[in-house]
Structures are given as structure tokens and as C-alpha cells.
């Protein structure tokens, strides 16, 4: 009896009909709030696997992105990081990953294991120096707001060169 020929090595299920593109995703027209924190390891110690280590008091880094336009459609996405180490190599161990677009968390989760989970964002830019958002999960739960107020009137650069 003669084997297929569709190869498995490597693919995602289905290999013929994935509910996502291999293509590298390209975004446009996004806004970017971030903002970092040092906070202590005894009140994220709990989220952090026993393979991963932290320092006493590690940077976390909360970052809300709205995608004007992607692959996906427009989203907004929450990512919540800490710096850690693995092996002795540091990296940026991810707490969280909140979307409001569920093809944006297949996109994500399904190819590359990203733990992307949905819940309800908002980020609204007030004027050229001045941002407002939140993250619900589950909603009417708020997790965290953010509340930025530039004090320079010059504005960033409007165009970010690269993928991210």
C-alpha cells in the first residue's frame, strides 16, 4: 500500500487549508503605548515558571498596540513581559498576551505557540502628546490602564522602519 505524498514535518494541522497565512505579516497605521516598571519577584513569582530566573526586582515592560491595518484586519494587543534569564541567556519572558481579534490570536498562537488569549482593549490617543487605554480579561475585569501625558511637543517619528 503506497504513503501519501503531503509532508507533516513541521506544519501546522490542516497542512492544506491553515486557518493563517506563512506570508511575513505586514502592519500599518499602529500605535504604540508603552511603559516600564521595576516591580518585586514575590508579587510575580507565581507566574513564573521554576525553569526561568528573575531578579529581585525586575523591569516589566506593558506594552498596547492598535493595528490600524494587518493581515488579521485591525486589532488591539496587550503584551506583558519581564526580563528573565533561561540558561544563563536573558530574554523578555511573556506574562501575558491579550488581543480583541480572534484571527489575530490564531495568527499567533497556532504557527508560532504564542499563549495569545482574547479580552476587550482600548487605546485612545487624545491629541499628538496625550494617551489613554485599558485591558479587560475577563470583560468588565480590568487588568490594567494606561494613562500617558507627553510633556515634549514634538511628536515621534511617523514611520517605523522594519518588521517587528
Known amino acids: 500500500m503506497p504513503f501519501g ?13 491553515p486557518p493563517y497565512s506563512d506570508a511575513t505579516p505586514v502592519f500599518d497605521d499602529v500605535t504604540v503605548l508603552t511603559i516600564q516598571y521595576r516591580t518585586s ?13 528573575v531578579e529581585n526586582e525586575p523591569l516589566v515592560t506593558a506594552t498596547l498596540l492598535n493595528y490600524g491595518a494587518g493581515p488579521a484586519g485591525p ?10 534569564k533561561y540558561l544563563g541567556k536573558s530574554y523578555d519572558f511573556c506574562l501575558s498576551l491579550i488581543l480583541d481579534n480572534e484571527m489575530a490570536v490564531l495568527a499567533g498562537r497556532e504557527p508560532c ?16 502628546n496625550r494617551a489613554t487605554g485599558y485591558v479587560e480579561r475577563p470583560v468588565g ?3 490594567v490602564e494606561f494613562s500617558f501625558e507627553g510633556k515634549q511637543s514634538k511628536a515621534p517619528h511617523q514611520t517605523l522602519i522594519g518588521h517587528f
Open 5 to 17: 505524498q503531503l509532508s507533516i514535518s513541521n506544519r501546522g494541522i490542516p497542512q492544506h487549508d
Open 41 to 53: 519577584f514575590k508579587s510575580i513569582s507565581h507566574l513564573i515558571p521554576d525553569v526561568i530566573e
Open 75 to 84: 486589532f488591539l494587543e496587550f503584551i506583558h513581559t519581564v526580563e528573565a
Open 113 to 128: 505557540g504564542f499563549p495569545k488569549r482574547l479580552g476587550q482593549l482600548s487605546l485612545t490617543t487624545r491629541s499628538s
Open 141 to 143: 475585569q480590568k487588568l
